[in-house]
């Protein structure tokens, strides 16, 4: 088996046109704009409409994501997409967008790590890439959080937005600088009632009560998670940095899961990171789960902070528990 390296060739996103802003949630919820502010960081964020599911808005950013590389459509062999809100129980959304853009012939499946998933992709993704199994691999980050919100609970409701976020990992040339250097994924399965959403499975099927008691909606412990969010962030790219040899004035930019600023704010200081490397476009997006990575980081490179031969560090923190980070250049 051939040892290749892998590399991130592009990424894509995409948020619906409609924007709930925090005076808007003032009328649904006893909150406020400035208490939205100064606890999250948070001012709007996109929500889909009635006619839109999470397969709708991965094509979109698949899309832009294709068009934005040198990577044609007939040269993508894998789709990979993280999400815990697909438009079905199954098939996966992968498929789905598959279909979509017309594609067929190879593999199309979708990861549940909540808003790690898209950064556990990415690490399936390269390793695929590095053993010779796929030149090109298209990763989508795709969630539709506002479809289970609670809109009912003032310290939920005011958190998700919905988007989708998109990257090419492809198989990197011997004269490329782009690579993507190391990756690390880690989990603590023991906590996963602190972020759940407790109906609709196996466990608990679908009934009048479940409904009722508002259980197919997002539950969260947030003191509990806010503790290990920083914590665990912070050893996933601690990690990857001892591992290679690097410090923190090596990387030229952090990029975070966009779930709340403050602990944003905490990683950077844990991290001894200046804000001015850190991206953060949570002010526009709020939290969208597997797609904020990705969103994040193609808006910073449409913007022109990011560019060819960065050393970025990419990481997050979600459901499962599950937590990680990938180190590249890009």
Same mark, same amino acid.
């Given at each position: 088996?051939?040892?290749? #390296?892998?590399?991130?060739? %592009?990424?894509?996103? /995409?948020?619906?046109?409609?924007?709930?802003?925090?005076? $808007?949630?003032?009328?649904?919820?006893? *909150?406020?704009?400035?208490?939205?502010?100064?606890?999250?960081?948070? +001012?709007?964020?996109?929500?889909?409409?009635?006619?839109?599911?999470?397969?709708?808005?991965?094509? #979109?950013?698949?899309?832009?994501?294709?068009?934005?590389?040198?990577?044609?459509?007939?040269?993508?062999?894998?789709?990979?997409?993280?999400?815990?809100?697909?438009?079905?129980?199954?098939? %996966?959304?992968?498929?789905? +967008?598959?279909?979509?853009?017309?594609?067929?012939?190879?593999?199309?499946?979708?990861?549940?790590?909540?808003?790690?998933?898209?950064?556990?992709?990415?690490?399936?993704?390269?390793?695929?890439?590095?053993?010779?199994?796929?030149? =090109?691999?298209?990763?989508?980050? +795709? $969630?539709?959080?506002?479809?289970?919100?609670?809109?009912?609970?003032? #310290?939920?409701?005011?958190?998700?937005?919905?988007?989708?976020?998109?990257?090419?990992?492809?198989?990197?040339?011997?004269?490329?600088?782009?690579?993507?250097?190391?990756?690390?994924?880690?989990? $603590?399965?023991?906590?996963?009632?602190?972020?759940?959403?407790?109906?609709?499975?196996?466990?608990?099927?679908?009934?009048?009560? *479940?409904?009722?008691? #508002?259980?197919?909606?997002?539950?969260?412990?947030?003191?509990?998670?806010?503790?290990?969010?920083?914590?665990?962030?912070?050893?996933?790219?601690?990690?990857?940095?001892?591992?290679? =040899?690097?410090?923190?004035?090596?990387?030229?930019?952090?990029?975070?899961?966009?779930?709340?600023?403050?602990?944003?704010?905490?990683?950077?200081?844990?991290?001894?990171?200046?804000?001015?490397?850190?991206? +953060?476009?949570?002010?526009?997006?709020? =939290?969208?789960?597997?797609?904020?990575?990705?969103?994040?980081?193609?808006?910073?490179?449409?913007?022109?902070?990011?560019?060819?031969? $960065?050393?970025?560090?990419?990481?997050?923190?979600?459901?499962?528990?599950?937590?990680?980070?990938?180190?590249?250049? /890009?």
């Amino acid at each position: 088996m051939m040892n290749y #390296n892998a590399k991130l060739s %592009s990424f894509g996103s /995409y948020a619906p046109k409609k924007i709930l802003t925090n005076f $808007d949630l003032e009328k649904i919820v006893d *909150t406020s704009d400035e208490w939205i502010r100064t606890r999250t960081g948070m +001012v709007e964020r996109h929500i889909v409409g009635d006619d839109e599911a999470a397969s709708d808005l991965a094509y #979109n950013a698949a899309v832009k994501a294709i068009e934005a590389s040198s990577v044609r459509y007939k040269h993508i062999d894998m789709i990979i997409c993280a999400t815990i809100s697909g438009d079905h129980p199954f098939p %996966s959304t992968a498929c789905i +967008v598959q279909k979509k853009l017309g594609m067929k012939g190879f593999p199309a499946f979708d990861v549940s790590a909540g808003c790690t998933g898209f950064i556990y992709c990415l690490d399936i993704a390269k390793q695929y890439v590095e053993n010779g199994r796929a030149q =090109n691999v298209l990763v989508l980050g +795709v $969630d539709i959080l506002t479809r289970i919100t609670n809109w009912k609970d003032r #310290n939920t409701c005011v958190l998700f937005g919905d988007a989708a976020g998109a990257a090419i990992v492809s198989r990197a040339e011997p004269s490329d600088i782009s690579r993507i250097i190391d990756s690390f994924t880690d989990a $603590d399965g023991s906590l996963g009632d602190y972020l759940i959403q407790q109906a609709g499975g196996s466990r608990m099927p679908a009934s009048h009560k *479940t409904v009722d008691e #508002n259980l197919h909606t997002v539950y969260m412990e947030g003191n509990r998670i806010y503790k290990y969010a920083i914590k665990s962030m912070y050893a996933a790219c601690d990690e990857l940095l001892k591992r290679n =040899n690097l410090s923190t004035t090596d990387i030229d930019w952090v990029i975070p899961h966009q779930a709340n600023l403050r602990i944003i704010e905490g990683l950077a200081e844990k991290m001894r990171v200046p804000l001015s490397k850190v991206i +953060v476009n949570i002010e526009k997006y709020g =939290n969208t789960s597997s797609a904020t990575v990705p969103v994040a980081t193609d808006e910073a490179i449409r913007n022109k902070k990011i560019r060819r031969g $960065d050393i970025m560090l990419l990481t997050s923190f979600g459901a499962g528990l599950t937590w990680g980070a990938v180190l590249a250049r /890009y």
